[in-house]
């Protein structure tokens, strides 16, 4: 079946914009979980969902960054007021929390992001 | 701090050689351990892992066992081939939250 897709692929923006990132998990996934991953360093946790809520969100970095999963399908990151050092690899990842692979986490390919 | 701690790269092999790359993880309770692995151009994928002390997780010819004594969930392959370079991760879970925390990932590099 489909895995995790992500779009854009790659995000190009100036200083101070807006972007807005989505995640598609695979279908019947309960949790939801958003990374960063600097260049040469494992992923980073950002927040992770149960169905529509956000069940942790201790690894947002700061007010600017948001995330939504209205309909506990699909996630948006949002994140205001860009600056330099968000740029990074942003990954999604979804698991199903049921069965002996409850926490296996399947990762979608990135989205690259690059702020100017 | 960061609570997984991996063995920096990268690791230069040639084929048929034996792997080693280890891990060793801070935690307060029983987390599960993986090792994922991101192949060049692609995304990560879990190679395996394992839930309790002792288990051993194994894949494609890797294991990784659980140890609780020392902390370490150390990645081996008896013979790695060509087609195994790729930047390897290990990775714990927390007890109260499914999210992962991730090592800093160790570049492998094997050589015909």
């Known amino acids: 079946g489909a895995g995790v897709s992500q779009t854009p692929s790659n995000k190009v923006t100036e200083k101070g914009k807006y972007v807005e990132l989505r995640c598609d998990p695979i279908s019947g996934h309960t949790a939801l979980y958003w990374y960063r991953q600097s260049l040469g360093q494992g992923p980073e946790f950002l927040i992770y969902?149960?169905?529509?809520?956000?069940?942790?969100d201790s690894g947002l970095p700061n007010d600017r960054f948001f995330a939504v999963r209205p309909e506990g399908s699909v996630s948006t990151l949002k994140i205001q007021r860009t600056e330099r050092g968000d740029s990074a690899v942003y990954l999604c990842?979804?698991?199903?929390?049921?069965?002996?692979?409850?926490?296996?986490?399947?990762f979608g390919p990135g989205t690259r992001l690059t702020v100017l | 701090g960061n609570s997984v701690t991996q063995m920096e790269g990268p690791v230069t092999l040639s084929e048929e050689a034996f792997l080693t790359i280890n891990c060793t993880y801070t935690?307060?309770?029983?987390?599960?351990l993986f090792w994922y692995v991101q192949y060049p151009g692609e995304g990560l994928q879990l190679l395996l892992k394992?839930?309790?002390?002792?288990d051993k997780g194994s894949n494609k010819g890797f294991e990784a066992t659980y140890r609780k004594e020392t902390t370490s969930f150390h990645l081996e392959k008896g013979s790695v081939q060509v087609s195994d370079s790729a930047v390897y991760f290990c990775?714990?879970?927390?007890?109260?939250?499914?999210?992962?925390?991730f090592g800093s990932g160790t570049r492998l590099l094997v050589r015909p």
């Open positions: 935690a307060t309770g029983y987390p599960s």
């Open positions: 990775a714990r879970d927390e007890d109260s939250s499914y999210k992962l925390i």
């Open positions: 394992a839930t309790k002390a002792d």
């Open positions: 990842a979804s698991s199903t929390l049921q069965g002996a692979d409850y926490n296996e986490q399947f």
């Open positions: 969902f149960q169905g529509t809520g956000a069940a942790d």
